[in-house]
């Protein structure tokens, strides 16, 4: 999609667990080409609100739409396959595989029949297909060198990387990050934040929730505040950080 054009339209999404209402009737827009903040206190309801535009867990009410799909009601494999990746709040790497194995589970993702059957029945040409991606997609984030590693031999900051080359293995439109930056270093959060950039200079419209202020008030375009589960403001980082509403939720938590 061009750059500025709408990418995602979210309208009074809710969740509610029983009594608690962890998603309260929250709307906000993307446009193509940005990168838009989703922060708030711990429990405010950022991590649902991925679960639900994912289709990890279903809204009680409200609608998404994405490039003009309605996405309430399908399911996450088919939401991947029109253009949403997303990554976890804890690493997911699996432990026992190397660093290329690992961004393949993402290229089987993609395939129209589903990680399934790539795992189950695979021929020797979708075999190499799939690698010749991953290696793609491992090279775009400058981890082509690591490609036979074990996985879980390399730094946070790049176990994190390969899990965003995995996600990029689906070749999304929007990209969604749960907490990129926590536990990383000072240099690592620096390249992350390069390569979030680069990525964004492709076209890729990334929404990520992190707890960093100084990580999310560099990098960010737009801010959408939560705060138990509602709204509580938008806008650009320096006039949202200033925002009376948002300065007394972070103190009262
Ligand atoms: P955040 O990611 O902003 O820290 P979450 O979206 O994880 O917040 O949680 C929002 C609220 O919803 C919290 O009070 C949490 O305990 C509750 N919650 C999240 N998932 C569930 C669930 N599966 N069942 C019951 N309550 C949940
Ligand atoms: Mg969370």
């Known amino acids: 999609p061009p750059r500025g054009s709408p990418v995602l339209e979210v309208e009074g999404l809710r969740r509610a667990f029983g009594g608690l209402v962890a998603v309260n009737d929250v709307s906000f827009r993307l446009a193509a080409g ?10 405010a309801g950022k991590s649902t609100t991925f679960n639900l535009l994912t289709g990890v867990d279903r809204p009680t009410a409200g609608s998404v739409s994405f490039l003009g799909h309605r996405l309430v009601g399908l399911g996450a494999p ?5 253009g949403i990746a997303r990554t976890f709040q804890h690493v997911k790497l699996v432990p026992s595989m190397s660093v290329i194995e690992n961004v393949v589970i993402g290229a089987h993702l993609r395939g129209r029949a589903g990680p399934l059957r790539g795992l189950l029945r695979l021929d020797r040409a979708e075999e190499a ?7 793609r997609q491992l090279a775009r984030v400058g981890l082509a060198e690591q490609a036979d590693r074990p996985a879980t031999s390399l730094a946070l900051g790049q176990q994190r990387v390969v899990e965003i080359a995995r996600a990029l293995c689906l070749d999304p439109v929007l990209l969604l990050l749960d907490e990129p930056a926590a536990g990383l270093r000072h240099n690592e959060k620096a390249e992350l934040a390069a390569l979030l950039r680069r990525l964004r200079g492709e076209g890729v419209t990334i929404l990520l929730v992190e707890h960093d202020m100084e990580f999310v008030m560099n990098l ?21 950080r200033n925002d009376p509403a948002v300065i007394e939720a972070y103190l009262g938590s």
């Open 34 to 43: 940005e990168i838009v903040g989703l922060i708030g206190p711990n429990g």
């Open 78 to 82: 088919a939401i991947a396959r029109l």
């Open 129 to 135: 297909q799939l690698h010749a991606e991953a290696a």
């Open 220 to 240: 960010t375009d737009r801010l959408v505040v939560m705060d138990f589960g509602v709204k509580l403001a938008e806008g650009a980082p320096a006039a949202v």
